[in-house]
C-alpha cells in the first residue's frame, strides 16, 4: 500500500508539472510578438479617404495616428489609385487613372503615423506581426505603345493586359488559370517613413517631388517607400532610418504575391483587411540604409537607377554588416570573402525607375552560441 500511495504522489506531481508547462506554452506570444507588445497599446487605423493618400508621400501631412514605440497598429489599406481599381475595372480606365495623378505612383499608402520619441538619426524597427488580404487581386502591364518605358519588356508588350483573381484565402493560393496554382505569400510593397529631405535629384523618370513638396511613391530610397522587397511577409522585421520627427509610417502597395524582378510592372496586387505592425524606436542603432531580418536571414538592401551601382550599395551595406557585427567579430577584407562565399544577392524589382537588388546573409552560418 505505501509503495501504492508513492507512486501515485509521483504521478500527481508529474501531471501537475505537465499542466503547468502546458499552460506556460499557451502564454507565449503570438505572432512573434514581444513582451513589449503585450505590455503596449493596440491601435487601428481604418483605410479611408482621410487616412490614405494616392501616389504621394506628403511630409505635411497630418500624422492619422500617434503611438508610442512597442505599441501595436492594425492597419487597412486600399487597391490602387485609393480604391478605384476594382475587379473588372477595363484596361482603358486604368490608363486613364494612371494619367491622372501626373509624377505620383499608383498605390495607395495608409498614414502617417507618427510615433512618440522618434527622432533624426534614430531607427525604426518595424516588425510585421500579422497580414490578413482581402479576397480580390490583379497584375496589369499598362500599353507599351503609350508606356514604353513602364516595365521591363513594355515595347514588346503594345497592348496592355490586365487579370483579375479571386483569392482563396482558406488555402491561400490563387487559380492563375485551369492548370496553375499559386501561394499567397502576402507583404506590402510600401512600407515607408518620412521622406529624406537630402534625397539626390531624379535621374531618370517624372521629377520625384511635385510643387506642393510631396515625394513621388514611384521610387524607392533609404526611407523604404517602394521597396517591393517580398521577404517583408508575416513575422519579419524591417530597420530604417528616420528623416523626419515622428518618423511618420505609411503603408500601402498591398502584395499577395511577387517574383523577385516585379518584371511586367505589378505583382498579385491586393489590399489588406489588416497588416499588423510594431514600430519600436532605437536610439542604440545608427543605420544609413533600410535592412531586413526573418527567422533565417539577413537582408541588406540598395537601389539606384543602375542596376549595376544598386547590386554595389547593397554588397556594400552586406559588408559593413558583417564587418560590424559582434557575434563573431570580423575584418571588413573577411567580411567581403564571406559575402561573396554566402551572400545571395537578387534584384528586388527593376520597374520602380529606381532598381533594387538586396543581399541575404543566411543566419545559420553562425554557430557560436
Known sequence: MRRFLTIMAMLTLLL?????????????????????????????????????????????????????SSDTVSIETMMHSLDQVQSGTPMEEIVRLRLAN??????????????????????LEIHILK??????????HLPGAKFPTVGLL?????????????????????????????NINPFPGILAVGVDPNEPKEKAGPPIHDAKGRTSTLRPWKNGSNMD????????????????????IWVGDAHCRQ?????????????YREIEIQPIVRKDLKIEWPRAETQTHWILLGFDEDLNEAMKIAVRNTVDFLATQTVVPMSRDEAYALT????????????????GVHCMVPKAIFVKK
Open 16 to 68: 501537475g508539472a505537465s499542466l503547468v508547462a502546458l499552460a506556460q506554452q499557451e502564454e507565449k506570444p503570438k505572432h512573434g510578438r514581444s513582451a513589449a507588445t503585450q505590455t503596449g497599446q493596440h491601435h487601428v487605423l481604418p483605410a479611408t479617404r482621410e487616412t490614405t493618400q494616392w501616389g504621394w508621400l506628403d511630409p505635411n501631412e497630418k500624422p492619422k495616428l500617434t503611438v508610442d
Open 102 to 123: 501626373p509624377g505620383g505612383g499608383p498605390h495607395s499608402v495608409t498614414g502617417p503615423i507618427y510615433v512618440n520619441g522618434a527622432e533624426p538619426g534614430d531607427t
Open 131 to 140: 497580414i490578413v488580404p482581402k479576397a480580390d487581386g490583379f497584375n496589369f
Open 154 to 182: 513594355a515595347p514588346e508588350f503594345p497592348d496592355g493586359f490586365v487579370r483579375y483573381y479571386k483569392l482563396d484565402l482558406a488555402r491561400r493560393q490563387a487559380d492563375f488559370k485551369p492548370g496553375i496554382v499559386m
Open 229 to 248: 522587397l517580398n521577404e517583408l511577409q508575416e513575422g519579419s522585421v524591417l530597420y530604417v532610418p528616420v528623416f523626419l520627427k515622428g518618423g511618420l
Open 259 to 271: 517574383g523577385n524582378g516585379e518584371v511586367n510592372l505589378t505583382a498579385l496586387e491586393c489590399a
Open 340 to 355: 561573396s562565399m554566402v551572400g545571395d544577392c537578387r534584384v528586388t524589382q527593376v520597374v520602380d525607375i529606381r532598381r
